[in-house]
């Protein structure tokens, strides 16, 4: 999961507020059940430690909640008074999820806001094709693009030369429109950056336009079975959606279990376990953070200073280092802070924990690394 949307939290140091908020219960009276909610997280934080200003900040703001369409909920971050982030989750939250510590508490942020990829829905038939961006959260046009050629489009029963020579220009015409497509396909991908095209139509449609994408593109691109017009697409597109999560946390740890194999000098290239985290991520050499959000070594207690690659076992290891602040934090929250700020992307390894078995670093936490 890319998290460089969370950088504005590691701007300036602090005790934050997290919380998650669950939106998926809905009644009548959305008024009051917002602020029942509202209230139960400020009394959470206030028990917490919280002072006054923090929690009337994320009260207000879980309070006007009332008016939002997320079906689902929200995460919170919030400190000196302020809600700094908020973020909308993929899956409801745990009810009681709230923190008030030294780092904001993003871990649930994995599996809650989801590996999502940003996914570009191409409905394509012989004459153009309509574009749609989809993740967990957005479900919105992104353009149009109809094919120059619009005539021949059908065949005809091949008995003479005429025919067969109107049958290859039908030929020619889904070929070109097929080939604009793509391009325009290529062009959108390039604008919103999706991770993973979708290809919806008949199949010939989509395999030409398939074949046409850019050589860099055809492994991000699938083509679903079903039609445009069958009720079964949905589903379908978001099976292809998590497929496409599963197999990407999968060939993530396929590398992180070849990486730890060491070499001649007894070096590996990956490593897990909280002291040789803290060490890569202190020498900025973290290339992919790996976390089982539920491992045991999430909540061992480090040592972290103002900047994110000041972090240590121990509070004596930060005076060592010429460190003259030192904060308790969360081992986890204080690895991510170090992964985001030096652009490392984290997975969760929830989802594919019954693949992985024993392959799931000790701890709940391993990484590869950028260099040996």
């Given amino acids: 999961m890319e998290l460089a949307f969370l950088s504005p939290l590691y701007e300036h140091p602090g005790s934050w507020a997290s919380a998650y908020v669950d939106l998926s219960q809905h009644g009548e009276d959305m008024h009051s059940l917002r602020r029942l909610t509202a209230d139960a997280v400020a009394r959470q934080l206030r028990e917490q430690g919280a002072d006054e200003a923090i929690c009337r900040a994320v009260y207000d703001a879980v309070a006007s909640l009332e008016r939002s369409a997320e079906p689902l909920g929200r995460a919170l971050f919030a ?3 302020e809600v700094v982030l908020q973020v909308p989750l993929a899956q409801a939250p745990p009810r009681g999820l709230v923190h008030w510590g030294t780092l904001p508490h993003v871990t649930p942020l994995l599996d809650l806001a989801g590996e999502d990829p940003v996914s570009l829905v191409a409905y394509i038939d012989r004459t153009g094709a309509d574009f749609e961006l989809r993740s ?4 919105e046009e992104a353009g149009h693009v109809t094919g120059s050629r619009q005539w021949p489009m059908h ?4 008995s003479d030369w005429s025919e067969r020579h109107f049958q290859l220009k039908v030929e020619e015409t889904w070929e ?5 497509i793509a391009g325009a396909l290529a062009a959108c991908q390039a604008e919103t950056g999706a991770d993973l095209l979708i ?4 199949e010939r449609e989509c395999r030409s336009v398939h074949e046409q994408l850019p050589a860099q593109l055809r492994d991000r691109a699938v083509e679903a079975a079903h039609g445009v017009n069958s009720r079964l ?3 379908e597109v978001e099976e292809i959606r998590t497929r496409h999560v ?3 946390i999968l060939a993530e740890m396929d590398r992180y279990r070849s990486a730890r194999t060491s070499d001649e000098e007894r070096r590996a290239a990956a490593v897990e376990g909280v002291p040789p985290l803290i060490e890569a991520a202190r020498e900025h050499r973290l290339a992919e953070l790996l976390i089982l959000p539920d491992g045991p070594d999430t909540r061992r207690e480090v040592w972290i200073g103002e900047d994110p690659d000041l972090l240590a076992e121990r509070r004596g290891e930060l005076s060592d280092l010429g460190e003259r602040h030192a904060w308790p934090a969360r081992a986890d929250d204080a690895l991510v802070r170090a992964a985001v700020v030096t652009d490392a992307p984290v997975y969760s390894l929830a989802p594919v924990l019954e693949e992985t078995g024993e392959g799931v670093p000790a701890g709940g936490m391993g990484a590869l690394l950028r260099w040996r």
Avoid: F, I, S
Avoid at 136 to 139: F, H, N, Q
């Fill in 79 to 81: 400190r000196d008074g």
């Fill in 136 to 139: 967990a959260v957005l479900c």
């Fill in 155 to 158: 065949r005809a029963k091949a």
């Fill in 176 to 180: 070109h429109n097929a080939r604009e």
């Fill in 199 to 202: 290809l919806c139509g008949q």
């Fill in 233 to 235: 697409l949905p589903r």
């Fill in 246 to 248: 599963r197999e990407r």
